[in-house]
């Protein structure tokens, strides 16, 4: 049986684009499908939703006119609540979003995803007319988005305004989007949910005008930090930095027992025991409490996360060595108290690097 599916679609001043949009639905559609398209208008001063209520003997749509309330991200909220159907595709009204994609949006949904992103980051992708800055600020974004939110991973375009899901998933969960990627609100609030991209051309805007303006990534910045809060990412990062200042104290300790009461010279014995012990406890108390969701139990799996700590652990140790060097030697913060500062950046630096690189391949998933 093929699903039956809602679009919710919001709009804004999009009256032009109504007419063009719902024949490119239709025609992408055929009778093969059953759908209905549901707009939600914020009361659009051009009279959008004239323009959709006077198609919609022609096609399968309806348009609810919001008063109270403003905004994208609530406009599509309040689609999920009133579509008629428990798959649902949310799209632009602007033609951006190409129609023809819906059905292979549908297929990845009856494949067993539960959810299903339009992308513009897989091969076959891509957005039209872009130039090189605006698509390296969107991947930067998108970077960030990955770095800091570890649910979102298993999607290559988390700020994709055109995507597919099944209504179910959002049971018991409270969406907060600020600004307007709802998608990246569900990925990663609903980590477990299958997710598969397909490929789509974002196209240019050809009537009416975008309404998402500069401050979209500070909204941006806002909602990453946000979600880090609701689903404890924010605090793994501080678990880390503790387990961290923990290993300083045993690094120090084991140095100072083994010079001081073993009488061992503490260049050449001491400093990298010392080093090395420490690195092994907060492994260890990273496996078990930072990254206890994803801890590793066997011995192989424990063995290989060790070893990539390590590695990681000595690479953020000469990282954190390098950047002081560059300070005092290049930058001239040799005499105090700039070289204190130049070791405590190398210290966030270090730290940095030694976070983002354990999130992102030792403890993977
Ligand atoms: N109801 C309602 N209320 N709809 C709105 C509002 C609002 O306040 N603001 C915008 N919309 C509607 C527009 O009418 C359009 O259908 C859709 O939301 C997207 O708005 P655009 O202004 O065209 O956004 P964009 O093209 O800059 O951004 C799109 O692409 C981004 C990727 O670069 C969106 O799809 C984003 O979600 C996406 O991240
Ligand atoms: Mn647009």
Request: hydrophobic share 45%.
């Amino acid at each position: 049986m093929t699903e039956k599916f809602s679009i919710v679609i919001p709009t804004y001043n999009e009256r032009d684009n109504i007419a063009p949009l719902l024949e490119e639905i239709s025609n992408a559609l055929g009778d093969k499908y059953t759908y209905e398209v549901l707009f939600i208008d914020d009361n659009s001063p051009d009279k959008t939703s004239e323009v959709i209520n006077e198609l919609s003997s022609k096609y399968p749509a309806r348009v609810i006119v919001r008063t109270e309330e403003k905004g994208l991200s609530t406009a599509v909220i309040h689609g999920f609540n009133n579509a008629r159907y428990d798959t649902i595709v949310v799209m632009d009204a602007d033609l951006q979003h190409p129609p023809v994609v819906i059905p292979r949006l549908i297929q990845a949904i009856e494949d067993g995803n539960e959810i299903a992103v339009a992308s513009r980051y897989i091969y076959g992708g891509g957005c039209e007319g872009w130039s090189k800055f605006r698509v390296l600020t969107s991947k930067g974004a998108t970077l960030l988005g990955h770095l800091l939110l570890p649910p979102s991973r298993r999607v290559n375009d988390i700020m994709s305004g055109y995507f597919a899901f099944k209504k179910k998933l959002l049971d018991g969960i409270v969406l907060k989007p600020i600004g307007y990627k709802i998608l990246l609100e569900i990925l990663t609030l609903c980590p477990k949910a299958p997710a598969k991209e397909v490929p789509f051309m974002f196209r240019l805007r050809e009537r009416g005008e975008s309404k998402l303006k500069a401050n979209t990534y500070i909204e941006y910045v806002k909602h990453i930090f946000s979600l880090m809060i609701r689903t404890g990412e924010l605090l793994r990062i501080v678990k880390f930095a503790l387990v961290g200042a923990s290993g300083v104290i045993v690094n120090e300790g084991i140095r100072k027992i083994l010079t001081t009461v073993y009488g061992m010279n503490s260049d050449v014995w001491a400093a990298p025991v010392g080093i090395e012990v420490s690195i092994i406890t907060n492994f260890l108390l990273n496996n078990f409490i930072t990254f206890k969701d994803r801890k590793a139990t066997g011995a192989s799996s424990l063995g290989k996360k060790l070893i990539r700590y390590n590695i990681f652990s000595i690479v953020g140790a000469l990282i954190q060595f390098g950047v002081y060097m560059l300070l005092t030697r290049v930058a001239g913060m040799n005499t105090e108290p700039w070289d204190t500062v130049a070791n405590l950046i190398g210290i966030a630096v270090a730290m940095f690097w030694n976070f983002f690189s354990n999130s992102w391949w030792t403890w993977k998933e």
